[in-house]
């Protein structure tokens, strides 16, 4: 059974960082694209960052040059660092694992579609 743990939420100024942690658990875990996702109250949810199995990682424009993500296959974990928070960065943050379709496939899976398991969700807060 695929588990996906997500920690590390919470209320932050404007400006500040936060680093989310998603734990994995129930999947070869070096071999799946990992995704975070976001979702505003009343918004449909977005897509915010990807790490292919190579370490290799794409990023929606929102968030690019402030927000990095990486993995760490030891520990089956995926994080996402967020500097420079802006009060449009608040929403409930998503893990998502990809089961790969194939041996070594590199893509960029943007849509919520293209996941098959998700975390609960942890809530981040940016004041103004």
């Known amino acids: 059974q695929v588990q996906l743990v997500e920690s590390g939420g919470g209320l932050v100024q404007a400006g500040g960082s936060l680093r989310l942690s998603c734990a994995a658990s129930?999947?070869?875990?070096?071999?799946?694209?990992m995704g975070w996702f976001r979702q505003a109250p009343g918004k449909a949810r977005q897509f915010v960052t990807g790490?292919?199995?190579?370490?290799?990682?794409y990023y929606a424009d929102s968030v690019k040059g402030r927000f990095t993500i990486s993995r760490d296959n030891a520990k089956n974990t995926v994080y996402l660092q967020m500097n420079s928070l802006k009060p449009e960065d608040t929403a409930t943050y998503y893990c998502?694992?990809?089961?790969?379709?194939?041996?070594?496939?590199?893509?960029?899976?943007?849509?919520?579609?293209?996941?098959?398991?998700w975390g609960q969700g942890t809530q981040v807060t940016v004041s103004s």
């Open positions: 129930g999947l070869t875990f070096s071999r799946y694209t």
């Open positions: 790490i292919w199995w190579t370490g290799g990682a």
């Open positions: 998502a694992a990809r089961r790969p379709t194939s041996y070594s496939e590199i893509s960029y899976y943007r849509e919520e579609s293209d996941y098959n398991y």
